[in-house]
């Protein structure tokens, strides 16, 4: 079983930048490795959106929404998927969740959610 941590939300003014972390541990100790990932998010009135993939071999997509503000990436020593996101405006306010495809050496490759994490921009 596998655990994703979602932190680095916050409050920040119009204009400001955040970036957001997805930290992945094994609940068992097994070992695992992060293929795909993903940032999604709910902003009020709205439904989940893919806000940003990182595939396992690095290639990126973005939605239009966020394309040349918000980049992904991920540091596989520290098991961590990161959201940086900049030039941020109202309409970016929701919470944002990290997804991804974990294989691990117990359980073979399977779907996480993280459990979110707020971001709220002021005007």
């Known amino acids: 079983q596998v655990e994703l941590v979602d932190t680095g939300g916050g409050l920040v003014q119009a204009g400001g930048s955040l970036t957001l972390h997805c930290a992945a541990s094994?609940?068992?100790?097994?070992?695992?490795?992060?293929?795909?990932a993903a940032w999604y998010r709910r902003t009020p009135g709205k439904q989940r959106e893919l806000v940003a993939t990182?595939?396992?071999?690095?290639?990126?997509s973005y939605a239009n929404f966020v394309k040349d503000r918000f980049t992904i990436s991920r540091n596989n020593h520290k098991n961590t998927v990161y959201l940086q996101m900049n030039s941020l405006s109202s309409e970016d306010t929701g919470v944002y969740y990290c997804?991804?495809?974990?294989?691990?050496?117990?359980?073979?490759?399977?779907?996480?959610w993280g459990q979110g994490t707020q971001v709220t921009v002021s005007s």
């Open positions: 997804n991804a495809d974990v294989w691990t050496a117990v359980t073979g490759s399977a779907n996480y």
């Open positions: 094994s609940t068992s100790g097994s070992i695992f490795r992060i293929n795909q």
């Open positions: 990182l595939t396992g071999s690095g290639q990126t």
